[in-house]
């Protein structure tokens, strides 16, 4: 019913930038939030940046300055441009997003994940 698609990761030096994109679709009524998280190996997943329905944004403190979290008109597509890249920001990049959806007759509200894609900064 509903489907979340990252796109955007790479491999970059360090000092570069990226711009990961994350679509969903299907059944979708509304979305309440939008999140990016980031697992590098060996470590657990954490929130890096979420962007609610009413426009209220936060990132952790390790990015910062650096990255950026925004939706677009739509409000289904969620962008992380991400600059000043550091090594240590390796990691697979998900998106998550809270939202409300459309069965046959009925609504129900969910979370969903995308598959994740691979950032890699190195030099």
């Known amino acids: 019913q509903v489907q979340l698609v990252e796109s955007g990761g790479a491999l970059v030096q360090p000092g570069g930038s990226l711009r990961l994109s994350c679509a969903a679709s299907g059944s979708i009524v509304s979305i309440s939030a939008m999140s990016w998280y980031r697992q590098a190996p060996g470590k657990q997943r954490e929130l890096v940046a979420q962007?609610?329905?009413?426009?209220?944004?936060d990132y952790t403190d390790s990015v910062k300055g650096r990255f950026t979290i925004s939706r677009d008109n739509t409000g289904n597509t969620v962008l992380l441009q991400m600059n000043t890249l550091k090594p240590e920001d390796t990691a697979v990049y998900y998106c998550?997003?809270?939202?409300?959806?459309?069965?046959?007759?009925?609504?129900?509200?969910?979370?969903?994940w995308g598959q994740g894609t691979q950032v890699t900064v190195s030099s």
């Open positions: 998550s997003a809270d939202l409300t959806y459309k069965n046959r007759l009925r609504y129900y509200t969910g979370n969903f």
């Open positions: 962007i609610t329905a009413g426009g209220s944004i």
